[in-house]
């Protein structure tokens, strides 16, 4: 009998890599590292953890996620969005294995009308997508097996994120002024892991499609505006008190990173290439909630 597959897994408090812990179970013997063992700005480090763990699989699910952040502290934003994933790939590709990174969909201006493929051209408006999309570069350039996935709008039952956010302002504040002028898939982490399993299993039945980069959301769209009063919804339904909500352009609210106004991505391919896909926003938002209590 062949032993287990070992997934090394880099994060471990984030949205995605706690819905990875508990969605990966069974498939293999998860190596979960978070920041105490190992820091992504130090690339030794990685090298020294995945030489001494030696897995089958590397997941990175780490990253500098703070958008505003970001914008006055890039060379850390760098370091562990551009340098690390490089560093993971030449590693893995030295096993001779695969690699599955997560990206984003601010590496698009948002300047188009129709959803993002994944051979549009790229044009970050911030720091945060400017070191995601060198990440993706660095990856690339190596040359390895790998899967860049990339998402949009993710929120979970833990850690920071608009849902969360949501749910405790709309219940705190009478009123409240959301942007209304981005449009997107709120994607659920745990959509994220779902998938992220599924392609391994197909990998695994010798079932995998082309390597490379993918994109990955629920289905549908709506705006912050609309994933707010949706979530506004769910809490009416439960009974609790709600703030009236009022749309807004994103003029209105300034933030230190500037947003692409556009964040729908086509994840078509994904589904001709490995046969998988996502279910509609609505309905993981409502998996979600379900989950969460």
């Known amino acids: 009998m062949s032993s287990p597959l070992k997934i090394l897994i880099s994060g471990q408090h984030g949205q995605v890599s706690r819905e990875l812990q508990q969605r990966l179970q069974g498939l293999g013997e998860l190596i979960v590292l978070g920041r105490d063992q190992l820091d992504l700005n130090h690339p030794e480090q990685i090298r020294q953890q995945v030489r001494a763990h030696r897995p089958g699989l590397i997941i990175n699910a780490a990253a500098h996620t703070a958008v505003d952040q970001a914008e006055s502290e890039p060379d850390v934003a760098f370091a562990i969005n551009a340098t690390a994933p490089g560093v993971f790939a030449e590693e893995a ?46 990856i690339a350039a190596v040359g390895g097996e790998h899967l860049i996935l990339r998402t949009s709008w993710v929120y979970s039952t833990h850690g920071k994120n608009f849902l969360l956010t949501m749910q405790r302002l709309l219940q705190e504040k009478p009123q409240m002024r959301i942007v209304a002028d981005q449009i997107g898939a709120p994607t659920w982490a745990g959509t994220i892991a779902n998938s992220t399993r599924a392609l391994i299993e197909r990998w695994q ?79 993981a938002l409502r998996e979600c909630l379900a989950e969460q209590h």
Request: aromatic fraction near 10%; charge should be negative; charged fraction near 15%.
């Open 93 to 138: 590709k030295a096993l001779g294995i695969p690699l599955i990174h997560y990206s984003t969909d601010y590496v698009f201006d948002g300047s188009k009308a129709a959803p993002y493929n994944e051979g549009d051209v790229t044009n970050p408006l911030g720091v945060y997508g400017a070191s995601k999309l060198a990440g993706e570069q660095a």
């Open 205 to 283: 039945a010798g079932q995998a499609g082309d390597w490379g980069v993918y994109h990955l959301t629920a289905q549908g769209e709506t705006s912050w505006f609309g994933f707010a009063q949706a979530i506004g919804e769910q809490l009416r339904a439960s009974g609790r008190a709600c703030a009236e909500l009022e749309p807004i352009p994103s003029s209105a609210y300034p933030t230190p990173a500037k947003r692409p106004l556009n964040s729908r991505l086509d994840c078509s391919r994904l589904q001709q290439q490995w046969h998988v896909s996502q279910p509609q926003w609505h309905d």
